[in-house]
């Protein structure tokens, strides 16, 4: 089976939630250690990296990385598509999940699914993101190092290089996509991390569930058995997840 490398985008420089991604979840994890737990559980990923910008205030990302021997990238803070590329080609990537790392409640299973789909069809792109029928935070693209290069070979716009899949997302009819659908539409719950609301829901959540890993199922369970949970981070549900993509 080809190798799929998993590159998350990590950077402390929120506008919304300075810190988010080291700000603590439970008791002993940050949010992005809890989302590589999750990750762990992936029977598929091969290399799972950190790219995180060469900025100053970043540097506290690649002290993580390297207290705790995982594998990380530091690139340019503006054209994070060109810090992607750079990353992807530094660890000699042949196939790239991307996930960010605001999206600590990323589903293990739904991802190794999703590498399925992209092995076995051999698409350019696969996504869940495209007319989403899933949570907002269980988000991830999949694509090969050759359409990230071709991404990067042809990005003009400053609008492509200021996030990686945007190039993709405007030019569909020059690559082979698939999108992966959910029988039902959780699109109205909203699970990853951009304001402090969105932070004390996921707290509540893990705190309730004790089964590692928190699988989608285990969430909309517990959100529609606890209705007053999604109403702490109610008024944040009609953010545009395309603007929210995490540099």
């Known amino acids: 089976m080809s190798k799929v490398d998993c590159i ?14 080291l700000k603590k979840i439970t008791k002993d994890e940050t949010v992005i250690e809890f989302l590589i737990s999750q990750l762990r559980f992936s029977k598929f990923i091969n290399k799972l990296i950190i790219a995180t910008t060469n900025l100053e205030e970043d540097k506290v990302i690649v002290n993580f990385c390297k207290d705790n021997n995982i ?36 589903d293990p299973n739904l991802v190794d699914h999703g590498i399925k789909m992209f092995l076995d069809g051999q698409y350019d792109y696969v996504t869940n993101s495209l ?7 269980l988000d991830f693209q999949i694509f090969s190092f050759k359409t990230l290069e071709y991404v990067y070979n042809n990005a003009i716009l400053d ?50 569930i004790q089964i590692r890993p928190i699988l989608m199922n285990h969430v909309i369970k517990l959100l529609e058995e606890n209705r007053e949970l999604i109403k702490i981070n109610s008024n944040r549900l009609g953010h545009n997840p395309f603007l929210d993509l995490q540099r």
């Open 131 to 137: 007319e989403s029928s899933f949570p907002h935070g």
């Open 8 to 21: 998350i985008q990590a950077r402390t420089s929120s506008t919304r939630l300075p810190g988010k991604v």
């Open 159 to 208: 609008s492509d290089k200021e996030h990686v899949i945007p190039f993709i997302f405007n030019n569909k009819d020059k690559f082979k996509i698939f999108n992966i659908k959910n029988d039902n539409n959780f699109s109205n719950f909203r699970i990853t991390i951009d304001w402090i609301e969105d932070l004390e829901l996921i707290k509540n959540i893990i705190s309730r």
């Open 71 to 106: 594998k990380y990238f530091t690139g340019d803070s503006s054209n994070v598509l060109k810090r992607y590329f750079d990353c992807a080609k530094e660890f000699d990537s042949e196939n790239i999940l991307r996930v960010t790392s605001d999206c600590p409640l990323i």
